[in-house]
């Protein structure tokens, strides 16, 4: 079975500067997709970035960007340029091809606080 | 475009008794998923529809159902509440079930079970 694993529970940055969080996951599959999602008090889960493990090209949306390491099974999230509005809970999410295309699997999450 | 859709937001319940759940897509999504949130254990996957059939289901005991409708409109079931049923439930959509297309989340239900 797939796992996925977040290895820092809480992180904080200054509003402005960089921040990364970690994720590695486990798989068999050689096809698969990555997702993170953000989850603001709010509740919900907004997605923020999405790599598909057959391309190559790390994925990138404004100020996010993924370092995404097949080989090492890594893929973290870089938010540039760190805003009030980023603080939440953020979810690594793996999505296999062949079972339940459907069936995201989370890991534990990493709660971010931006420092003003 | 309006978002996923779940309704009640907030649901007290007493342990036996039984609940539903429901969760409107995104107009035109036909996939929809349930995942359960807790402290503990994190998001976990429920199941998945399409079509009105179950392609997936996560390991739940057999109290947790779902169904879907011709308008992709979905519910879930939990009969026989228990304590540790408590948690955010979450319904996601997408457009269909192929594996690149991105969920969509719901403010979830919050059920707390007394």
């Known amino acids: 079975a797939q796992t996925v694993t977040q290895s820092q529970p809480e992180m904080s940055v200054q509003e402005a500067e960089t921040v990364t969080l970690s994720c590695t996951y486990d798989?068999?599959?050689?096809?698969?997709?990555l997702f993170w999602y953000k989850q603001p008090p709010s509740r919900q889960m907004i997605l923020v970035i999405r790599?598909?493990?057959?391309?190559?090209q790390n994925a990138t949306e404004n100020r996010f960007s993924v370092n995404f390491q097949k080989a090492a099974k890594s893929f973290s999230l870089k938010i540039s340029d760190s805003q009030l509005g980023d603080a939440a809970m953020y979810f690594c999410?793996?999505?296999?091809?062949?079972?339940?295309?459907?069936?995201?699997?989370f890991g534990q999450g990493t709660r971010l606080t931006i420092n003003p | 475009k309006a978002g996923v859709t779940q309704t009640p937001r907030y649901l007290i319940k007493t342990r036996g008794q039984q609940v539903t759940l429901s969760c409107s897509p995104i107009?035109?999504?036909?996939?929809v998923s349930w995942y359960q949130q807790t402290p503990g254990q994190g998001l976990q996957f429920l199941f998945e529809?399409?079509?009105?059939?179950?392609?997936n289901k996560g390991n739940f005991p057999g109290r947790f159902s779902g169904r879907q409708f011709s308008n992709s409109r979905s519910e879930m079931n939990v009969s026989t509440l228990e304590l540790g049923d408590s948690a955010l439930y979450l319904c996601?959509?997408?457009?269909?079930?192929?594996?690149?297309?991105?969920?969509?989340f719901g403010d979830g239900t919050r059920l707390s079970i007394l």
């Open positions: 107009s035109g999504h036909r996939s």
């Open positions: 798989t068999s599959e050689s096809d698969y997709y």
């Open positions: 996601a959509s997408s457009l269909g079930p192929e594996g690149g297309q991105p969920q969509h």
């Open positions: 790599q598909e493990a057959y391309k190559q």
């Open positions: 999410a793996y999505k296999g091809v062949n079972q339940g295309a459907q069936k995201l699997v």
């Open positions: 529809y399409f079509s009105e059939t179950q392609r």
